[in-house]
């Protein structure tokens, strides 16, 4: 097992076709302890390198409410109307903290998610 850092594209590539190969070995064995080290040597080199945007309050409960399956009209009880719901998601209208602490109830996103100092009224 010859484990090093990651530093260039070339030992990145070199990292992620090893871990593809050793990637289902048995746990307990040399090749099962290189795996988890690789793994975490190219998340650190992915974080660095290839860094991913949270998605903006808007984007994140849309992407939400497709993961539960939910229609605007699911998300009165926390918004407002039907039109203040539509006007939420068209970002025609800002979201309050009211609503945000619903949301993160019902949707089970994290406060920090939907507030953003450009979203947020009061």
């Given amino acids: 097992m010859e484990i ?3 530093k260039t594209e ?10 593809e190969t050793i990637f289902s070995a048995e746990i307990g064995t040399a090749e099962s302890d290189e795996a988890d080290v690789l793994g975490l ?8 390198h290839y860094p991913i945007e949270a998605p903006d309050p808007i984007e994140a409960i849309k992407i939400r409410m ?19 719901v539509s ?3 068209n970002r025609k209208r800002k979201l ?6 619903k949301l993160t109830a019902r949707l089970n ?11 947020l009224t009061r």
């Fill in 96 to 101: 309050t903290l009211k609503m945000i602490r």
């Fill in 87 to 89: 006007e939420i998601l």
């Fill in 109 to 119: 996103l994290s406060p920090e998610l939907l507030i953003s100092d450009y979203q």
């Fill in 66 to 84: 497709e993961e539960m399956h939910l229609k605007q009209i699911d998300l009165v009880n926390e918004i407002g109307g039907k039109g203040r």
């Fill in 10 to 19: 070339t030992d990145y590539n070199q990292a992620l076709k090893r871990l």
């Fill in 4 to 6: 090093r850092l990651i």
């Fill in 41 to 48: 040597l190219i998340d650190e080199f992915e974080k660095k």
